[in-house]
């Protein structure tokens, strides 16, 4: 148990972890002619949401009408589907090196509540830009990167650049 | 104890895999050039080439007008005027300069119909034919001996002398029959007062489906 | 050849199949590598951990590497893979706004589901986050559209819009991207030790 642990928080080397990752999008563009993704399973989530609560809105909305057309289910699309594998997978390594539990991670100096209302905030964030650059970190910037995508460029340096810039704004929550 | 020369090696390993990367990356800067050629390869080219099945001879092609089979296009590919002047029953129009048009290929690129290109003799049919097939396009026939050869045989087939076989005979009255068919009055015909009235084919609706090309879609 | 499900070599049907197995793979990549504890995805700012930023680069370089090396086989056709659009703004603004968003949640979307996984709740709040995220831009689109829809340069490649020669691009990407590794490694043992 002790073992257990203190092999918490090894990891792969992130070399290793790299290499693999990218013969993994190697294999999912010969596989499928695409790269990886994430926000897009959210975003079906959400039009899915919208459209079971009202669907007149979601009809109406020039955002929402793009993904509930016709008999056209949200949630029946590719980028859901690699998100439950997504899910399954990490919860295996998890799993395997015992790091499945209810908890908050936090930096000791902050509050747990702080920490979860700059998560939340953080995710606004997230969500929105990553609809306004149509692509997060994994499906424009990481993907993009694969295929020499100049959009995909862009969104990287711009996302690293911002991080950088604001990162002196919010040391208090990290270190 | 553990093998020195083993962890001597271990603490090099950093720089190693970068050195293999720089070495793969460059690799790629000093391969040699060389250009992808679009379409099928040149063996395939040679035996659809030579493949009995590229042509179609004027009798098929009647009898196929004749008995308005529905599973091919004829496509015209000499320019408008002579186009206007005389062409085959719901036969197209696309000129060969036209050919590699957006236009033409919906009606060349496609997997419903046969095509069969003609134009007054077979040289720029051949040359369609060849243009087409070079970019993968499938079902692509050329008419044998073009309108020149339509005209000789259906149009204004040659009347056997009776030394000839029998089978020239029996060519000979099908022909006869289809290039009635096509409007021609023969001269036994005329004592019946009444032309046979121009049995008009209705113009064969052509909807091609546009080949879907299955491109793959975004990712978030 | 490939890519082979647009080429029709394996049937459409199986896409939701290779979708889960691919999505497990880099469930367990990103898990196992350590992406989902916030505080080592946030330690790239900081200079206490370049996970991020080794993984990351490593990834886009073998990917790179390797598929321009496919393309040069012929296993792969470069021209026909998906290339992620460009609309010049929308991915500056964008990814601005992603980036304030990663210093403050410490999460993007593909780490965060991963620690959702776990059993992180503050990635499970991070998730709900970026729904609401993905819902006011949604409310707002009428607002945002110039900007989603503007500046639009088409799916092009550097080799596009700059008008270099791609393999030359990716050997002067891996040169930088390993002076990057070696600063990093610099860097961290300068920064102050976080433990988390």
């Known amino acids: 148990m002790k073992d257990k642990e203190q092999n918490r928080h090894i990891y792969w080397n992130p070399y290793f972890g790299g290499f693999l990752l990218g013969l993994l999008i190697i294999f999912t563009f010969y596989i499928t002619g695409r790269g990886l993704g994430a926000s897009g399973a959210m975003k079906s989530s959400v039009v899915t949401i919208v459209d079971d609560v009202s669907h007149e809105h979601a009809k109406q909305s020039a955002y929402y009408s793009k993904f509930v057309d016709g008999d056209k289910n949200p949630m029946n699309n590719w980028i859901v589907f690699e998100t439950l594998g997504v899910l399954i997978g990490a919860f295996i390594s998890g799993g395997l090196a015992g790091r499945i539990g209810w908890r908050v991670q936090h930096s000791p100096k902050i509050t747990r509540r702080r920490r979860l209302i700059f998560a939340f905030s953080g995710g606004i964030l997230f969500g929105l830009g990553a609809q306004i650059a149509r692509g997060c970190t994994s499906g424009a910037a990481l993907s993009g990167m694969a295929v020499l995508s100049t959009g995909g460029f862009i969104t990287m340096l711009a996302i690293f650049g911002s991080g950088y810039l604001f990162a002196y704004f919010f040391r208090k929550n990290w270190i | 104890m553990v093998n020195r020369k083993l962890v001597k090696f271990l603490s090099l390993r950093y720089k190693i895999l970068a050195a293999v990367l720089i070495v793969l990356a460059g690799g790629l800067v000093l391969l040699p050039k060389y250009e992808k050629h679009e379409g099928i390869s040149p063996e395939e080219l040679l035996s659809k080439t030579i493949s009995p099945e590229r042509y179609i001879s004027t009798d098929d092609i009647a009898h196929k007008i004749i008995n308005q089979d529905p599973s091919f296009i004829l496509i015209d590919v000499r320019d408008e005027n002579s186009f206007k002047e005389y062409t085959l029953p719901n036969a197209i129009n696309i000129p060969l300069k036209k050919i590699l048009d957006n236009d033409a290929t919906m009606y060349i690129n496609q997997n419903q119909f046969d095509v069969v290109f003609f134009s007054n003799d077979n040289f720029y049919s051949d040359q369609a034919w060849i243009l087409c097939n070079r970019l993968g396009y499938k079902n692509l026939h050329v008419l044998k001996g073009g309108i020149n050869k339509w005209f000789n045989t259906i149009i204004n087939p040659q009347k056997p002398t009776e030394d000839m076989p029998k089978d020239a005979l029996d060519l000979y009255s099908t022909r006869k029959a289809s290039s009635m068919y096509f409007g021609v009055v023969y001269p036994e015909q005329v004592e019946i007062k009444t032309p046979e009235p121009v049995k008009k084919a209705v113009p064969k609706k052509i909807i091609t489906v546009k080949k879907k090309k299955k491109a793959p879609e975004g990712g978030c | ?196």
Request: aromatic share 18%; glycine share 12%.
């Open chain 3, 1 to 196: 050849m490939g890519p082979l499900i647009p080429n029709g070599f394996i049937p459409f049907e199986w896409s939701s199949i290779i979708a889960i197995v691919i999505g497990i793979f880099f469930g367990f990549i990103l898990e196992a590598s350590g992406f989902s504890s916030s505080r080592k995805l946030a330690g790239v700012f900081y200079g206490y951990d370049f996970a991020v930023l080794k993984v990351f680069f490593t990834a886009a370089i073998t990917s790179l590497i390797g598929l321009f090396y496919m393309d040069y086989l012929g296993y792969v056709d470069m021209s026909s893979l998906y290339v992620h659009p460009t609309y010049l703004w929308g991915a500056i603004i964008g990814g601005a706004i992603m980036g304030i968003g990663f210093v403050t949640g410490g999460f993007c979307p593909g780490t965060s589901l991963s620690a959702v996984a776990i059993g992180k709740i503050d990635a499970i709040v991070n998730v709900l986050g970026i729904m609401v995220g993905i819902f006011i831009f949604s409310e707002l689109y009428t607002l945002f559209e110039p900007l989603y829809n503007g500046y639009f340069q088409g799916n092009v490649t550097l080799v596009d819009s700059l008008g270099i020669n791609k393999y030359w691009f990716v050997f002067i990407l891996t040169v930088v991207a390993i002076i990057m590794f070696a600063a990093s490694d610099m860097i961290r043992k300068r920064v102050k030790k976080v433990f988390y």
